[in-house]
């Protein structure tokens, strides 16, 4: 019997898109350092949203059901937190080790998957778990071999924190984009993002000045084309088969890290990486989706 053909162009668009979300975070490190993580990603979402607007209403979709429309304020909430979390960890740490800590989402979306829906561990995921904690366990040691820098466990603490949002948010880009279609995904991805950070911006975000703002309204076009490019992807191929192409970040980060930061690519965190990689993927190796191929997006 044939091996089903793996689908060519949604894995070359979520290859884009990550690479373009890696740039992106490379342009919103240099953003964060000055204005702040919660400043940037506030301000980023009023861009956002100015730029989607148009694209959203000339594809003439209409206003989303009440159903949707819950949808897609979790995933705005719970993207919001997680990015102001992972941009106050690579303000304190170079951007290819935070991505490279991102990594464990994967290994936590199983838990997830358990605690929310039932699931059972299956004992790959428990061994896989271990290998992917060694090679966090790599990282930290590497990153804190001599006297412990206070700003950096703290950047370690938030990037791990916004792992465990990004797993949720994995789940949730899936079923968003099952229901919508990719410009509307970017446009209230944004909206949700301003309006609910927007919230706290007379304390914690002041207006940028104009080169900081260059740098969010790129940051937000950035944004914007990878949550297209991501949300087409994941409408047409099971999340199983774009997970993995995750790890392909830590290539496009390391060189962002490189030519913009001037960060180096250490021993430790190579090692790190591999362990994490390795972890997840024998963690989540036969691992089924039948309820999912039973599901065909078409014209969306």
Known sequence: MNEPRLPLLPILAAMLGLAMFSVMDGVMKAASLAVGAYAAMCWRGLAGTVIMAPIWLMRGQGWPTLAVLKVHALRGVVASVMAVLFFYGIVRLPLAEGIALSFIAPLIALYLAALLLGEKVRPAAIGGSVLALIGVAVIAGGKFNGPADGEAVKGLVA???SAVLYAWNIVLQRQQ????????????????????????AWWFAPLPDQTVWWLLIVSAGLSAASLMALSWAYGRAEAQVLVPLEYTAFIWAAIVGWLAFAEPVTMPMLIGVALIVAGCL???????????????????
């Open 159 to 161: 990037t791990l924190v």
């Open 282 to 300: 024998y963690a989540t190796r036969g691992a089924k989706s039948s309820q999912e191929r039973t599901i065909a997006i078409e014209n969306q």
């Open 177 to 200: 984009a099952l229901v919508a279609k990719p410009e509307e995904v970017a446009f209230f991805q944004t909206l949700v993002q301003f309006l609910f950070l927007g919230l706290g």
